[in-house]
């Protein structure tokens, strides 16, 4: 695991949500201190607190932004390139899809806290989205 992904699973553990954690990994780098970076990231997590898109990915896309913001064409297309690569490594990229229950629901909520999904799973797909971003370059 590297210094990032460890950066970022601590970072989820403390209590941040999981867009808050990759986020704020590599925000100092492209010139986003890490309180705003906190701040721009909250709503995603959980899938914008629908269950849609994995907020670690959304975290990623925002990181990509800010590399290639200026570039809509780059942008678009580094956001494909690693959409795609999450969804190799992890079969989707929509957050109920990731957990197995939809978390938008009290009982799909519950049921994922119950299976200990946020300590886990949640864990892995922000390490991964971290580990993706890594390997593309960011």
């Given at each position: 695991?590297?210094?990032q992904s460890k950066e970022a699973k601590e970072l989820f553990l403390e209590g941040y949500n999981c867009s808050q954690a990759v986020l704020a990994t590599f925000s100092e780098k492209y010139g986003l201190?890490?309180?705003?970076?906190?701040?721009?990231?909250?709503g995603f997590g959980g899938g914008v607190r629908?269950?849609?898109?994995?907020?670690?990915v959304?975290?990623?896309?925002?990181?990509?932004?800010?590399?290639?913001g200026a570039d809509k064409i780059?942008?678009?297309e580094k956001t494909v390139e690693f959409n795609n690569a999450f969804k190799q490594k992890n079969g989707y990229i929509v957050c109920r899809d990731l957990?197995?229950?939809d978390i938008s629901t009290e009982v799909g909520m519950n049921t994922a806290k119950e299976k200990?999904?946020?300590?886990?799973?949640c864990v892995d797909m922000v390490?991964?989205?971290v580990e993706i971003l890594e390997e593309l370059g960011y």
């Open positions: 695991m590297s210094i201190p890490k309180i705003q970076a906190f701040s721009i990231a909250c629908a269950g849609e898109i994995c907020g670690a959304s975290g990623a896309v925002i990181v990509i932004g800010l590399k290639y780059a942008c678009y957990l197995g229950y200990g999904l946020f300590k886990t799973t390490t991964n989205a």
